[in-house]
């Protein structure tokens, strides 16, 4: 019995900012020691026009991005209360969609798998979720936290196990980012181009066993631990938000180890590269679609749904390739689809729907 992914909602902040915009706001929290022509340049080069911008619009506080940058910015804890105050919302919205848009009430919710590496609470989004949503009191409760840009697989995972092992199982999904809070002021390349991709985001999706005949089935799920990679990207919680570690061989080790590996896991059901119908690739960056692309031998165009969300919302982390796959469940792209992520370990995530 293969799971049935029935819907997928997203949600964005209020706030959207176009390339200048972005580029403004980049240079207002840069050392005087960065140029405009290099901001510049890591702008155009990301592939994003436009993205979502919570902490670009917080009138409580005003300073949060200030024009004379001291000491890293804000502290862990304001950040903090920026992804609180944005994620629950951005959380609710998506997960009303998603209820509304499988046709599932509330009150047949049975588990609730979330997902999140730009914010941490107690009580969290999973029980901002029951509370908000009306889920009930007795429905079980997963999170999936700090494992970044692939934890939306994880996270489908979770909720297509939950169903195997109880048919009656109705789960909902939701990852929601707030990565404008982790902005860094630094003058490191690496965080400079962290600052260039990521946005703000939510999505949530709905796990059950049955559901319309035409929606996506959870086939299986795959991981891969790429050799030689632990200091290659990593996510660390530091006095002024989350600090970034984004190593140049990232790309490189994706274009060595991910085609063996994605052939591995389509051999395993039967498939090949060729007999997949569309592919959603984490949009890391346009280079990780691209290494991405090149290590299976696919051509440029198998990555146009992946490039397109970057393009219109920027990397929202865990909620992005939620986004990709509602584009392609909305264009009714050809099945089966093969979603791959990659995140700090370097660890990558497949998932195979059909």
């Not at 804000?74 to 105050?85: D, F, S, V």
Request: charge should be negative; include cysteine; aromatic fraction near 6%.
């Amino acid at each position: 019995m293969n799971p049935t992914l029935r819907a997928v909602a997203c949600a964005t902040p209020d706030r959207r900012l176009e390339r200048a915009q972005w580029i403004e706001i980049a240079q207002r929290i840069a050392p005087a020691s960065v140029p405009i022509g290099l901001t510049t340049r890591l702008a155009e080069r990301s592939g994003i026009e436009g993205r979502w911008c919570a902490g670009a619009d917080a009138p409580d506080e005003p300073a949060f991005y200030p024009h004379d940058p001291q000491d890293g910015g804000p502290g862990t804890a304001a950040r903090m209360r920026l992804w609180e105050r944005n994620a629950r919302p951005l959380a609710m919205q998506a997960a009303r969609e998603a209820l509304a848009e499988a046709g599932v009430q509330a009150s047949e919710i049975t588990h609730v798998v979330t997902a999140s590496c730009t914010g941490f609470a107690a009580p969290g989004i999973d029980l901002w979720l029951m509370q908000d949503a009306g889920l009930p009191p007795d429905c079980r409760r997963t999170h999936v936290g700090f494992m970044g840009c692939h934890a939306a697989v994880n996270a489908l995972a979770v909720a297509a196990a939950f169903v195997r092992a109880d048919p009656r199982a109705c789960v909902l999904v939701c990852c929601a980012e707030i990565c404008s809070a982790h902005l860094h002021y630094g003058a490191r390349l690496d965080r400079l181009i962290a600052n260039t991709l990521f946005a703000d985001g939510a999505a949530a999706a709905v796990v059950s066993a049955d559901g319309p005949a035409h929606a996506p089935r959870i086939q299986c799920a795959d991981s891969v631990l790429i050799p030689d990679s632990t200091n290659a990207m990593g996510w660390h919680i530091g006095d002024h938000g989350f600090e970034m570690t984004l190593a140049a061989t990232v790309p490189e080790l994706l274009r060595q180890h991910v085609g063996p590996w994605t052939r591995a896991c389509l051999e395993r059901q039967s498939l090949e590269p060729a007999g997949v119908g569309a592919w959603a690739i984490h949009p890391g960056g346009p280079r990780v679609i691209e290494s991405v692309l090149a290590s299976i031998g696919l051509s440029e165009d198998r990555g146009h749904a992946s490039l397109e969300v970057l393009r219109r919302f920027g990397n929202m982390s865990s909620a992005t390739l939620l986004f990709i796959l509602r584009d392609l469940w909305k264009a009714n792209a050809p099945r089966p689809w093969m979603a791959l992520a990659f995140g700090p370990g370097l660890v990558g995530e497949s998932l195979l729907l059909r």
